[in-house]
T-cell receptor, first 113, second 114 residues
Framework: NAGVTQTPKFQVLKTGQSMTLQCAQDMNHNSMYWYRQDPGMGLRLIYYSASEGTTDKGEVPNGYNVSRLNKREFSLRLESAAPSQTSVYFC????????????FGPGTRLTVL | DQQVKQNSPSLSVQEGRISILNCDYTNSMFDYFLWYKKYPAEGPTFLIS?????DKNEDGRFTVFLNKSAKHLSLHIVPSQPGDSAVYFC?????????????FGKGTHLIIQP
């Protein structure tokens, strides 16, 4: 099992460009999440999807959109990238059960110039 | 307003000794707490968790203690090993939120000295 995979690993964008970060999990988890981590900060929740077909905003959703394509895949889109979106992005998944232990992908390091 | 606080950005401990990492929270609606370990250029990995109805949970060298009245939890690692050098994040989940996201602290960088 690959667990949670993310593509790309690294990306450099110019201000105003758009891109989609891809995430997939093979653990048959219902819930998926997108977080960002900035230097010296903990992870902050951008969006989450409790189950296929549903998405909800987290703490820092502005400037992002998400799509829960199917049970396996959850993508994060930046429509018009800004330097403030320079960050490391982590995707995670969990089963909807007591505990909510989340499994994380390796991250995408995004730089917006 | 930070709801989960890790007030020590870094901690240096000698190999073989006990490492104690602390975490405080402000929101009494949190009902489940987790510790994650993170190496550079990797995603966080789950370490250990505790429900708010318990005050202790142990897994091998790792023990988490919860003091609900003080809104404080701690992670004990005994004995500390070189491979334990990493950033440790404390995280919390809202009650009733089986699928809700986690609220993370800023992390503590643990350095195990040989």
């Amino acid at each position: 099992n690959a667990g949670v995979t993310q593509t790309p690993k690294f990306q450099v964008l110019k201000t105003g460009q758009s891109m989609t970060l891809q995430c997939a999990q093979d653990m048959n988890h219902n819930s998926m999440y997108w977080y960002r981590q900035d230097p010296g900060m903990g992870l902050r929740l951008i969006y989450y999807s409790a189950s296929e077909g549903t998405t909800d905003k987290g703490e820092v959703p502005n400037g992002y959109n998400v799509s829960r394509l199917n049970k396996r895949e959850f993508s994060l889109r930046l429509e018009s990238a800004a330097p403030s979106q320079t960050s490391v992005y982590f995707c995670a998944s969990s089963s909807t059960r007591e505990g909510n232990e989340q499994f994380f992908g390796p991250g995408t390091r995004l730089t917006v110039l | 307003d930070q709801q989960v606080k890790q007030n020590s950005p870094s901690l240096s401990v000698q190999e073989g000794r006990i490492s104690i990492l602390n975490c405080d929270y402000t929101n009494s609606m949190f009902d489940y707490f987790l510790w994650y370990k993170k190496y550079p250029a990797e995603g966080p990995t789950f370490l250990i968790s505790i429900s708010s109805i318990k005050d202790k949970n142990e897994d091998g060298r790792f023990t988490v203690f919860l003091n609900k009245s003080a809104k404080h939890l701690s992670l004990h690692i005994v004995p500390s090993q070189p491979g334990d050098s990493a950033v440790y994040f404390c995280a919390a989940r809202y009650s009733g939120g089986g699928a809700d996201g986690l609220t993370f602290g800023k992390g503590t960088h643990l350095i195990i000295q040989p």
